[in-house]
């Protein structure tokens, strides 16, 4: 794991978000390890863009940056969330605030891998026990058996406890439809990018057909996306992931709008630390249509090397009231990393 160079400019100094992020979310992304390096080269480059900039010029830092390199949307979100601690800390403020704050705490749910239905049942029961009122459940292998792996999970559960699905891609059109007729007794809160993510048509078909609202994620990248997908009336949710928006400024963005088309949101995760969850936390809290939240990346690392940050305790997130993203790194672990 690396771990960037502080990031000097003209109103303070601060050191940048983790690019262990970055790493994890190119993984996520299926690509290798190539991609990797590229950020990291990529990074070096942005930074001339960053250093000695006033923060507060985020809007014409964030253009330039597009403008250079407009894909690479990880490494541009470990330079944005850094800017953004910085602003709050010269303001004195949560960033939450600087973005118009609507709510201070919010529920996330807890997402179970696939598994047989029986794992996944325990797994249910497991995280129940631990205080959390929402799951969410990865199905994607087919109409019968993931029927099979809801039913198991709402026999273990009951019906108390909300439940939200992910197929992951991995049904078409018609299958979506007749997977979530077939669960509809199971009371799914929404089902989560059922189609591949190019079948934007496939999307609008499922919503029009199926009796559980559909969420868009890898179908929407950046606020152009959302605005594909509610043109086409396709979706009732977008799954906001700041790693492949490209930060906070981004993600707000299409929040907004998705707003504008009465689509709500949920801020999601892929395999990030509390660093950039933590930054997550904090669009979730200025955005009033972001009415989701899947922020449980964290809790399947083996090491949390985060100070601070979003706290979870029963499914509800919390925020320090420090200024910035309220969030450090433990000097130990980073005495361990390379710098860069």
Same mark, same amino acid.
């Given at each position: 794991?690396?771990?960037?160079?502080?990031?000097?400019?003209?109103?303070?100094?601060?050191?940048?978000? /983790?690019?262990?992020?970055?790493?994890?979310?190119?993984?996520?992304?299926?690509?290798?390890?190539?991609? !990797?390096?590229?950020?990291?080269?990529?990074? %070096?480059?942005?930074?001339?863009?960053?250093?000695?900039?006033?923060?507060?010029?985020?809007?014409?830092?964030? #253009?330039?940056?597009?403008? !250079?390199?407009?894909?690479?949307?990880?490494?541009?979100?470990?330079?944005?969330?850094?800017?953004?601690?910085?602003?709050?800390?010269? #303001?004195?403020?949560?960033?939450?605030?600087?973005?118009?704050?609507?709510?201070?705490?919010?529920?996330?749910?807890?997402?179970?891998?696939?598994? /047989?239905?029986?794992?996944?049942?325990?797994?249910?029961?497991?995280?129940?026990?631990?205080?959390?009122?929402?799951?969410?459940?990865?199905?994607?292998?087919?109409?019968?058996? @993931?029927?099979?792996?809801?039913?198991?999970?709402?026999?273990?559960?009951?019906?108390?406890?909300?439940?939200?699905? @992910?197929?992951?891609?991995?049904?078409?059109?018609?299958?979506?439809?007749?997977?979530?007729?077939?669960?509809?007794?199971?009371?799914?809160?929404?089902?989560?990018?059922?189609?591949?993510?190019?079948?934007?048509?496939?999307? %609008?078909?499922?919503?029009?057909?199926?009796?559980?609202?559909?969420?868009?994620?890898?179908?929407?990248?950046?606020?152009?996306?959302? !605005?594909?997908?509610?043109?086409?009336?396709?979706?009732?949710?977008?799954?906001?992931?700041?790693?492949?928006?490209?930060?906070?400024?981004?993600?707000?963005?299409?929040?907004?709008?998705?707003?504008?088309?009465?689509?709500?949101?949920?801020?999601?995760?892929?395999?990030?630390?509390?660093?950039?969850?933590?930054?997550?936390?904090?669009?979730?809290?200025?955005?009033?249509?972001?009415?989701?939240? @899947?922020?449980?990346?964290?809790?399947?690392?083996?090491?949390?090397?985060?100070?601070?940050?979003?706290?979870?305790?029963?499914?509800?997130?919390?925020?320090?009231?420090?200024?910035?993203?309220?969030?450090?790194?433990?000097?130990? !672990?980073?005495?361990?990393?390379?710098?860069?």
């Amino acid at each position: 794991m690396l771990y960037p160079p502080e990031i000097s400019g003209n109103r303070g100094i601060v050191i940048a978000t /983790s690019v262990a992020e970055v790493k994890k979310t190119t993984e996520v992304q299926n690509t290798h390890k190539t991609a !990797f390096r590229t950020d990291l080269a990529v990074g %070096k480059d942005l930074a001339t863009f960053v250093r000695g900039r006033d923060p507060f010029t985020l809007g014409a830092i964030m #253009a330039e940056m597009d403008g !250079f390199a407009p894909s690479n949307s990880s490494i541009k979100a470990a330079l944005e969330m850094a800017i953004w601690d910085i602003c709050g800390k010269l #303001a004195g403020q949560p960033v939450y605030k600087l973005l118009g704050a609507y709510r201070d705490s919010f529920e996330t749910d807890i997402t179970i891998g696939m598994g /047989s239905p029986a794992e996944m049942a325990n797994k249910a029961t497991k995280y129940v026990q631990d205080g959390f009122k929402t799951l969410k459940i990865k199905l994607g292998d087919g109409p019968e058996p @993931d029927t099979q792996r809801m039913k198991a999970i709402r026999d273990a559960i009951g019906y108390s406890i909300k439940l939200r699905t @992910d197929a992951n891609q991995g049904w078409t059109p018609a299958e979506t439809v007749r997977a979530l007729r077939m669960m509809e007794k199971y009371q799914m809160q929404i089902c989560e990018q059922p189609v591949p993510y190019w079948d934007v048509e496939g999307l %609008k078909f499922s919503r029009d057909n199926s009796p559980t609202p559909i969420m868009a994620d890898e179908s929407v990248h950046t606020p152009h996306d959302a !605005f594909a997908v509610v043109r086409e009336n396709a979706v009732d949710c977008i799954n906001i992931k700041l790693m492949k928006a490209g930060g906070i400024m981004r993600g707000a963005q299409i929040a907004t709008v998705a707003a504008s088309a009465g689509v709500t949101c949920m801020v999601g995760c892929m395999e990030e630390t509390r660093l950039a969850l933590t930054a997550g936390a904090h669009l979730v809290c200025s955005q009033k249509n972001i009415v989701y939240a @899947d922020l449980d990346a964290f809790f399947e690392l083996s090491v949390d090397p985060v100070i601070g940050g979003m706290q979870v305790k029963d499914g509800i997130v919390t925020l320090p009231k420090t200024p910035g993203l309220g969030v450090d790194i433990d000097p130990a !672990f980073l005495s361990k990393l390379h710098r860069i």
